[in-house]
């Protein structure tokens, strides 16, 4: 019948036992490791028994102190009376207590990073990341597929226990160590993860300086993951809506409707940094894998790379051997010009005039530490094509070439990088009206990397320029699959729908958007647009004074707020806004074709299409919407509007 101290009530009571009763009888075990006591005491097989039936165990903590709250709730739960209470299966129990381990040395890790040398004495155990590239130091080869846990992959958990009984160490090792094993047993089948979310790494340095670094992880991990044909990763804007939260894994999960979620914590001080990573399965919250590295910041790239290449393990994907290679593929070797570009993506995805300067700055910097680094190039084509559009701060004849000069020798460089060829699209659509170049660029694009929702986006505005409305309905839509908490990405479907003039749909997008992120002038700017085509023109006009207030001020906003009022029969609130663009013009870029569109509000056409003409000469972005451009709907029939279609090759 078996030994009576490690029996469960069911086999007791002579009932049917099943893969429960075995975990009872392993929280038995733990319990008595942990106490050197057992659970259900007594001086004869019946008063053991009668125990088991009837009573329940002295809390863990009343034998063992120091014991951590965690592992006691975990031997409690194994040693439920109830099975249907009890861990269901023994992978629920093996994962419980490597997460536990995990957690434990994370906190030893960070307990260690605040003191004054980081990388000092013998506490930096050479795992993984360091046979893989050499200098990285990773303080926990991840457990698992054969792989066996050693004293120093334990060397920070054994320090945040060293302050307990032995018995407790001894113990408490044992059980959380052979939890790799079990993982490794029962984790080992199983499906590939198809999806994954890298929620932003936490800057848990002291300097809110360092946010660049946390934020280049992340992002260099989403990019090496994307990478992979065989797994959908959430976008850089989707996933940066969880910035400086409390996030719930799960949760986060089912917004984004991915299967796994990465999580991590970046500790800066001076030249050495500590790192920890977790992968999480979102269906039970379960620690698929989790790891910890630290060195200097010239091992940052290398432990990229090696934290890249666990996920893909741990979410069982099958890689060729090319697809390997593009997973950790390093595109410089200048720790120098890693970091400027770092700091470079950093402040251009503020998308402000001032952080697109700034980010221009630190590319700059990376090409002259390596002049060929091709996605500095890229980082320097964006940044000029985002002073124009959306930015609106500079002329398109001041910063378009630069942008397709960066971008031109970034596809010298590197051919395939998707993003690259996204950049040379934006100008050949935006700036040199090339519209069989942009498209060729914007299809190689998705070519190479399908799962990369900017090139969807754009490619959208551009099919819906060329009169192919079904065409770039299905690449918003599909866009906003990889992106669906991108705020961008979100209104550009509203700004689709306002284009194809279905307002209704327009207005409930861009509401749905705004519900979102209730203070982002982008969603008032866009629903002042969605208003004032239903004639709802009080609605329109509080909805750009209150985009004006949150961007700070904007020419592109007071333009549109000018044109309700001219279309409202305000006329002279409309003079004011006009004769407030006009001074402002003299100190900064001001599109004409938005002034263009507000004497078009007035009815004055010759006004219209003088303003129209500077806007060509300017080579505006906005003239490449001429052909569904609503405000323009009274010019049509006038020749010299068919005359500046031709010119934009946009008569065809």
């Known amino acids: 019948m078996g030994t009576a101290r490690y029996m469960s009530p069911e086999q007791a009571r002579g009932l049917e036992i099943d893969a429960r009763t075995d975990l009872f009888s392993l929280g038995v075990v733990m319990y008595e490791m942990l106490t050197n006591r057992a659970p259900f005491p007594g001086a004869t097989t019946s008063d053991v028994i009668a125990s088991l039936l009837k009573t329940e165990p002295a809390p863990l903590t009343q034998h063992a102190p120091a014991a951590p709250a965690e592992l006691e709730r975990i031997v409690t739960k194994a040693l439920r009376k109830d099975r249907e209470e009890r861990y269901q299966t023994a992978k629920d129990l093996a994962l419980d207590l490597k997460s536990l381990k995990l957690r434990l040395e994370i906190e030893a890790e960070l307990e260690r990073s605040k003191q004054p040398d980081l990388s000092g004495g013998g506490a930096v155990a050479k795992g993984n990341a360091q046979a893989a590239a050499g200098t990285a130091k990773a303080a926990t080869p991840p457990l698992g597929e054969g792989a066996t846990p050693t004293s120093a992959s334990a060397e920070s958990f054994i320090s945040r226990l060293k302050r307990r009984p032995r018995s407790v160490v001894a113990a408490a090792l044992a059980i959380l160590m052979a939890a790799g094993a079990a993982i490794a047993y029962f984790t080992g089948g199983g499906k590939a993860i198809d999806s994954v979310a890298v929620l932003p790494f936490v800057n848990a340095s002291a300097d809110p300086n360092m946010e660049y670094l946390s934020d280049g992880i992340t992002e260099s991990i989403i990019y090496s993951l994307s990478q992979l044909p065989k797994l959908r ?98 595109y410089t070797e200048s720790t120098e010009a890693y970091q400027s570009y770092l700091k470079g993506r950093y402040f251009w995805n503020k998308r402000t005039e001032g952080g697109l300067k700034k980010g221009i700055e630190y590319f700059d910097q990376a090409i002259e530490k390596d002049p060929a680094y091709a996605l500095a190039y890229t980082g320097l084509a964006d940044s000029y094509a985002g002073l124009v559009f959306p930015a609106g701060a500079v002329s398109p004849r001041e910063a378009m070439p630069k942008a397709k000069d960066a971008a031109v020798k970034a596809l010298q460089i590197d051919d395939t990088l998707a993003e690259a060829h996204t950049s040379l699209a934006f100008v050949k659509f935006y700036y040199d009206w090339d519209w069989s170049g942009a498209e060729r660029e914007f299809k190689r694009a998705i070519e190479l990397n399908p799962a990369y929702p900017e090139a969807h986006h754009i490619y959208s505005h551009y099919l819906m320029a060329m009169g192919r409305g079904e065409e770039s309905l299905a690449e918003s839509k599909r866009a906003l699959e990889l992106a669906p908490l991108d705020l961008v990405i979100n209104v550009h479907l509203g700004w689709h729908y306002l284009y ?87 100190r900064r870029y001001v599109s004409s074709y938005q002034i263009a569109a507000t004497y078009a509000g007035l009815g004055e056409k010759d006004r219209a299409f003088a303003w129209l003409e500077k806007a060509y000469d300017e080579r505006s972005d906005w003239l490449v919407n001429l052909k569904v451009e609503q405000r323009f709907d009274g010019l049509r029939s006038d020749p010299r509007f068919a005359d500046l279609l031709r010119r934009v090759n946009l008569a065809l």
């Open 500 to 586: 194809a003039r279905q307002y209704d749909q327009a207005i409930e997008q861009i509401e749905k958007t705004a519900e979102m992120e209730p203070n982002s002038a982008l969603t008032h700017y866009w629903l002042g647009l969605a208003y004032e085509q239903k004639a709802r023109y009080a609605d329109a006009i509080a909805a750009f004074q209150r985009a004006i207030a949150l961007f700070g001020g904007s020419s592109l906003t007071e333009a549109e707020l000018a044109h309700t009022y001219a279309v409202s029969g305000q006329r002279a609130e409309a003079q004011k806004c006009i004769a407030k663009l006009q001074e402002l013009a003299q």
């Open 233 to 330: 990763v959430m976008s850089r804007n989707s996933v940066f809506r969880y910035k400086e939260r409390e996030i719930d894994a799960q949760a986060a999960a089912r917004s984004l409707s991915v299967r796994a979620v990465v999580t991590g914590r970046v500790v800066l001080r001076g030249e050495s940094f500590a790192m920890s990573a977790e992968l999480i399965d979102a269906r039970d919250n379960s620690l698929l894998w989790g790891g910890q590295y630290h060195g200097t910041l010239a091992d940052v790239l290398p432990v990229q790379e090696e934290i890249a290449k666990q996920l893909s393990e741990k979410l069982r994907l099958r890689l060729s051997g090319e697809e390997r290679q593009r997973l950790t593929k390093r």
